[in-house]
Nanobody, 127 residues
Framework: VQLQASGGGLVQPGGSLRLSCAAS????????MGWFRQAPGKEREYVGA????????YYADSVRGRFTISRDRDKNTVYLQMNSLKPEDTAVYYC?????????????????????WGQGTQVTVSS
């Protein structure tokens, strides 16, 4: 199983980026996937998650209304659309997938919930 995250880059404040997370060896199917980020010197931070079995999406307060999770079933790829980016969004972004359990909502922010992780993609928001 591999998750390949891509789409990061340098963007000005107020700009947009779309991150992709392509899966091989597993389908997103009805599994739960999450997005996390980690800034230098900080702990890994929950960004959002999607429980595809019930098609619900959840977002951290810091990104709600600006970030959106979606997927393309045919491409077996999940996206994180990031709008109105702020300098504090600067971090390495990771996608993660839980296949061994159907986590309840309270488990979604816990990195230990997820079985597989992508390699991370750098997002830098700066003028």
């Amino acid at each position: 199983v591999q998750l390949q995250a891509s789409g990061g880059g340098l963007v000005q404040p107020g700009g947009s980026l779309r991150l992709s997370c392509a899966a091989s060896g597993v389908t997103f199917g009805s599994n739960t996937m999450g997005w996390f980020r980690q800034a230098p010197g900080k702990e890994r931070e929950y960004v959002g998650a999607a429980r595809w079995n019930i098609n619900n999406k959840y977002y951290a307060d810091s990104v709600r209304g600006r970030f959106t999770i979606s997927r393309d079933r045919d491409k077996n790829t999940v996206y994180l659309q990031m709008n109105s980016l702020k300098p504090e969004d600067t971090a390495v972004y990771y996608c993660a997938l839980a296949v061994s359990r159907r986590p309840i909502m309270s488990m979604l922010p816990d990195p230990g919930t997820y079985d597989y992780w992508g390699q991370g993609t750098q997002v830098t928001v700066s003028s």
